[in-house]
Structure formats: C-alpha cells, structure tokens
C-alpha cells in the first residue's frame, strides 16, 4: 500500500519546516483548480483518491467555496480528516462531515491574543472617535473643521462580551486593565475562574446594560443577524459596538441604520457580511472604525495557527484522531 495523501487547500506562508516534515509520513498534494467548479471537478474524477486529510485555510473559499453539504459530498470516500486553519469554521458544514464521519478541527486559543488585541484597539477607537480626525489629518485638516465631538474614556464604562471563549475571556482581562466593568452572555454560565470576576446576565440585559458591547461568539445558524434592528431597539442610546467574530452575527444594514439614527454613537469593525465588500453605509460613515478582517494578522499568531493545524494533520496520520475537534462534534 502506497502512502496517505494530505491535501493542501491555501497556502503554508511560515511553518515550512513542519510541513515539509509531514512528507516522511504521506504524499502532499494540492488541486490544480482555481475555481470551485473545477475543483469538484478534480473531486469527482477520483483525483484525491487516498487523501486522508485536508489543511485548508480561511482564504481558499476563493477556490473552492464553502465546504457545504455539495462539496462534503464529493470529497474522497479516504477522507477522515479536515483540518482547518482558523478559529472560525463556518465555511465548513460540520453537520455535512459529521454524517459522513469527517471530523473537523479549528484553531482555538492561538487566535486568542492577537484578536483581542484588535478588540481592545477597535474599542478604544470608536469610543474616542479617532477615525474622523485620522482622517482630516492625512487630508491636511488637522483634526477637522469643524473638529470631532470629544470621545469617551473606557473607564468606568460596562462591556458587555457576548460570548465568552477564548477570545472574550482575554479581552475581559485587557478591558480590567482600562477600568471597565465586564459583564458576559454566553450559552453557559463560566466557572468563576473562567469567568475571572466578569458578572453573567441575560441576553437582554447585556444589550440593555451595556456602554460597549462586543461580539465574539461564532457564527452558525443560530447565531446569524443575533442583532438586528430588535435587538438594538433594546441598547442604550450611543452604545458602542465592536465585532472581531463574523460579520453575519449583526445584520449590517440594521447596523448604518442605528448608526445613523444615533442609537449606536459608533461602530470597531473587523469583520464583515460579505468580505471583502463593506456596506456602503459604513465606508462613507468617517466615525466609524473599520479594520479589514486582520484579528490574527501578525506573524507571531500566524505561525502558531499553522503549527496548530500541522499538528492536527500530524495527529490524523499518526494516531487517526485530531488533537481537537470542533465542539460539534466533541461528542460524535
Ligand atoms: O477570522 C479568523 C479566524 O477565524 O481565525
């Protein structure tokens, strides 16, 4: 019998040594398609026949579309494994590989630091309301005629973390270290120790209480357009919200029309319904800030994700089993 086969969706840019070393164990092999169409194509003629494993990554949706119930179905019958590189899996239907006995993983806790780090400066900017002035200065306005209404200090100030992982656990220890009074929602109460002092409360009273409310939860179908136009009825007047997770959970257009009502005084973006196209509403809304989807863009996170994922390929060849698998299937 041959070797396995891993399939390589997306690209290696840092952990080259430890994939390389992969190849003492199975044959690395990448699709020659540059569209979804042909890939399924390649799928369906057998060409990844013997693949046991794949390593994709976020960006390879540009080739291959979403891993959803069409694709899932014309994978390899070899294929065990998929390894994603990213915390995020809602470009992969879990409930598709379940039923096909695929297990999945993601990338926890690497991604933790550096996107809360894009949190605490997303927070930290629409509070003080540094984009209008940031760019009047490159327009040679110093801080704008006229200049911006005064910010706000996070001290003192309650932040509202809906969803309380490893993401929303380290910015609950960031926003300490600015004053703020952190408060939590999350399917399940944390232990006190997970919770590290953050006080749990509703649904509703994380959006009514709230001066700054954080999203950092997943998206899945229960969690889509989680706030829409009902749910920032219930906000207090100029609340601050700030999403690093997916842009779907909040429903954008909701979103420019509480923006522009004045309900929410600003808006710390990283993410977007429709990457990489951003609601017209918000480009021409100099308040707000908006990052393009760059939680986890330093090269000391970047590594660490990519050893992750190298380390779940590792494992399905080594043992048949992932180092993690996503809380879907935890139990399967
Ligand atoms: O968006 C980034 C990730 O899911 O890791």
Known sequence: MGKPKVLLLGAIDHAHESWNSLSSLADLVAPE??????????CSAGKFDGVVATYRTFASVEITGVFDAELVK???ESLKFICHNGAGYDQVDVHACSERGIKVSNVPTAVDDATADVNMFLILGALRGFNTSMLALREGKWRGHPPPPLGH???????G?????GIGRNLKKKADAFGMKVVYHNRNKLSEELAGGAGYVSFETLLS???VIS???PLNKNTRHLISTKEFEKMKKGVVIVNTARGAVMDEDALVKALDAGVVWSCGLDVYEEEPKVHPGLVANPHV????????????TQLAMEEWNIGNVRAA?????LNNVVPEQAEV
């Open 33 to 42: 398609a540059r569209s979804r169409a042909d890939f399924l194509a390649e």
């Open 74 to 76: 014309l994978l390899p």
């Open 153 to 159: 200090d996070p001290e003192g100030k309650t932040l």
């Open 161 to 165: 973390i809906l969803g309380m992982g």
């Open 209 to 211: 209480d709230s001066d």
């Open 215 to 217: 999203l950092n939860l």
């Open 289 to 300: 800030m908006l990052v393009p989807h760059m939680g986890t863009w330093t090269y000391e």
């Open 317 to 321: 060849l080594e043992k048949g089993k």
